[in-house]
């Protein structure tokens, strides 16, 4: 992974299947594009090995690090050590913000493979265009209406052998020279998982269907009007490594663009867009000794409800000339937020309380963002960026008020935010096959609204109880990315470096712990002084012949709380990857070995965790065309049935183990 990385997930047009395709147009320094058809072109190094992969395993084959909490999606990406909302997490520059207050539901949660075009990756804290976080953005595009496309459906099915997880995308799209329509749906379903040592881990099955519906309308050659639609429902979704499950997630994601070609320079489109996530879980399906020995808040049922909305407008612009480009972005978004906790004993003579966690947060922020990409000289190219946002926030709700402010008294609710950040960087052409560049970048971001005004929120690793403060700092970081990349015909390495300092760490502040009988420790969210993360990454990519081609990635990240003298928590090892295809257009197979070293340095302060022992695993795919329009695949994922698992992996939930894993997709 480089500084920015573009993955194409599934684009139209081309027969290339050998890896040497990919490889071959790899490398647009700084940026990587990877691009294929998963439909015309299976063959490829950045897709899940297994064809019943989530969006998780996108993210994760592409080297980013997921938080899992659940069994193969929901994962919460972190990169390069950032981790919650120090990476802005958008899908097509929309917000859309989790509603449960354990994390289970990260945005990602919400979409599947099957919605997306593309992936977009930055870690040096240059793509402020959708948001400010310390520097690292994961962007998704949807999938938009194909034009002028006779129709075209396809349907994939796949199935595995550890719990019996099934997919079934069913997609038909297809348009005139003026209307695009596309219609997907996906479905993944599973049964609780079998670990590497052969036990089953209780409730980790789960149910999640997916509906995209896009609509296009070219008016004429310049203006396009889009609809587009996603409606996701997960229901019984376990969540071993936490105290309780999902009963229901629904999210409705709306959005309506209008994009205007105003002449061969000058291009904007304007999004208007609306999502709602309405959230329930419970602890019903855990054992009764589970909740009647548990930390935090034994011997009750606590079946709780979070909803989030979003409004949002973004209008982006962007302008260019032979040597200069720039883009200018207004994003507005508008967001409620609820979240309330039922208390029912055991003990049915007790009356059941209640407690409300966020008592209707209203987060109002306007931002403008402008980059400008600038060729100074053949060969060295400027680019700059800098953003502003304004942010008014609140809390409605009167007897949730009065609660927060009896926790932190004196501390104002009703708060007006402000924040930017700048970046430069320099890109040089050494050499036709060899670019360097460096990056400096300052980033704020504004603490969320459950930082400020989250309560009783239990972190079920680190066994603690977090409360909101309102008038939190900005957290900031200042970092400077330096990477370089070579790359001839079959041959392309890449690499970067880079140190952040981070200024107002945002954390549960160890001094502010309150330890009562028989509960875990309480403590108030609070700005925690410097902290310092560097690290690497390196890819490779080699075509060794027309047939053999080889992909590896190592990356390492080291973080420390200069304030705690504390390991920074959540942070993954040294990990390496390394991915080798053989085969050609009609049959090919796939090794990928991915592995870990022993994570020791861990945080005891800030977030108290466990150490974690090294780990590799080994996958194998082949998979055979014998017309354009079928695939078959059969795969075998960890296949010597490891047990392990990664470090930010909540409780040491271990991964899956061994699973035989087979697929066909018709192209009609
Ligand atoms: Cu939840």
Request: hydrophobic residues 40%; negative net charge.
């Amino acid at each position: 992974m480089l500084c920015t990385v573009t993955i194409l997930i599934l684009t139209a047009g081309g027969t290339d299947s050998l890896p040497a395709q990919d490889t071959a147009r790899v490398y647009v320094a700084p940026e990587v594009v990877v691009q294929a058809d998963a439909v015309r072109q299976p063959w490829r190094t950045d897709r899940p090995v297994s064809s019943t992969g989530s969006v998780d395993d996108l993210m994760r084959c592409n080297g980013l690090t997921l938080i899992q909490r659940a069994n193969g999606f929901a994962g919460e990406v972190t990169m390069m050590g950032l981790r919650g909302a120090q990476v802005n997490s958008t899908i097509d520059g929309m917000k859309i913000h989790a509603a449960c207050v354990d994390k289970m539901d990260p945005n990602t949660a919400y979409v599947e493979i099957d919605n997306l075009t593309t992936m977009n990756i930055n870690a040096d804290g240059s793509d402020l265009r959708y948001g400010q976080a310390l520097g690292g953005s994961v962007n998704f595009t949807l999938r938009r209406p194909e034009y002028t496309k006779p129709v075209r459906t396809l349907i994939d099915a796949a199935a595995e052998s550890n719990a019996f997880l099934r997919r079934l995308r069913i997609d038909a799209s297809g348009g005139t020279e003026r209307v695009g329509l596309r219609a997907g749906y996906t479905l993944r379903t599973a049964s609780d998982m079998r670990d590497g040592n052969d036990v089953t881990i209780p409730t980790s099955g789960y149910t999640k269907q997916n509906l995209q519906v896009v609509g296009g309308w070219k008016l004429n050659d310049s203006n396009e009007f889009q609809l587009s639609f996603i409606g996701d429902r997960a229901t019984d979704v376990g969540y071993p490594a936490l105290i309780m499950d999902t009963r229901k997630a629904d999210a409705v994601i709306g959005a309506l663009t209008w994009r205007r070609q105003w002449s061969s320079s000058l291009r904007t489109s304007a999004k208007v867009y609306a999502n709602a996530i309405d959230h329930t879980m419970d602890d019903y399906d855990r054992p009764l000794t589970q909740i009647e020995t548990r930390a935090f808040m034994p011997n009750m049922y606590m079946p709780m409800t979070g909803t989030t909305s979003v409004g949002g407008l973004l209008v982006e612009t962007s302008i260019s000339t032979s040597s200069t480009l720039i883009n200018i972005i207004v994003d507005a978004t508008y967001l409620a937020a609820n979240a309330t906790m039922e208390m029912i004993p055991l003990d049915t003579t007790v009356t059941p309380m209640f407690m409300t966690n966020i008592g209707d947060a209203r987060i109002a922020t306007a931002g403008l963002s402008a980059a400008l990409d600038h060729e100074v000289a053949d060969g060295l190219s400027f680019r700059a960026g800098a953003r502003a946002d304004v942010s008014s926030r609140t809390v409605r709700d009167e007897a949730f008020r009065s609660v927060i402010s009896g926790y932190n008294p004196g501390v104002p609710l009703d708060v007006t935010a402000l924040a930017g950040s700048v970046h430069g960087g320099l890109y040089h052409e050494l050499a036709d096959d060899l670019d360097v560049w460096a990056v400096l970048a300052y980033n704020q971001r504004m603490p969320t609204h459950l930082e400020m005004y989250g309560f009783w929120l239990y972190d079920p690793q680190a066994n603690i109880i977090m409360n909101g403060r309102a008038d939190l700092a900005n957290e900031n970081a200042m970092s400077m990315t330096v990477g370089g990349s070579y790359r001839q015909d079959d041959l392309s390495i890449s690499g970067s470096l880079y140190v952040r300092r981070v200024g107002n760490y945002i954390g549960p502040d160890p001094a502010t712990a309150i330890v009562q009988q028989g509960q875990p420790p309480v403590r108030t969210m609070g700005n925690l002084g410097t902290a310092m993360l560097t690290g690497f990454t390196a890819t490779a990519f080699h075509s060794m012949a027309s047939w053999f081609g080889l992909h590896a990635t190592l990356r390492g990240v080291w973080g420390q709380s200069l304030a705690f003298d504390d390991p920074l928590p959540l942070l993954d090892p040294l990990t390496a990857m390394l991915r080798a295809v053989v085969g050609d257009a009609t049959i090919q197979g796939e090794v990928a070995f991915s592995g870990a070293l022993r994570q020791s340095r861990t945080s005891s302060a800030i977030l108290p965790e466990d150490t974690t022992p090294a780990w590799m695993r080994v996958d194998l795919l082949i998979a055979w065309r014998p017309l354009a329009a079928l695939r078959i695949q059969a795969a075998c994922t960890n296949v010597f049935d490891t047990f392990y698992h990664e470090h930010t992996s909540i409780n040491n939930m271990p991964a899956r183990g061994r699973s035989f894993n087979a697929g066909l997709r018709v192209d009609l």
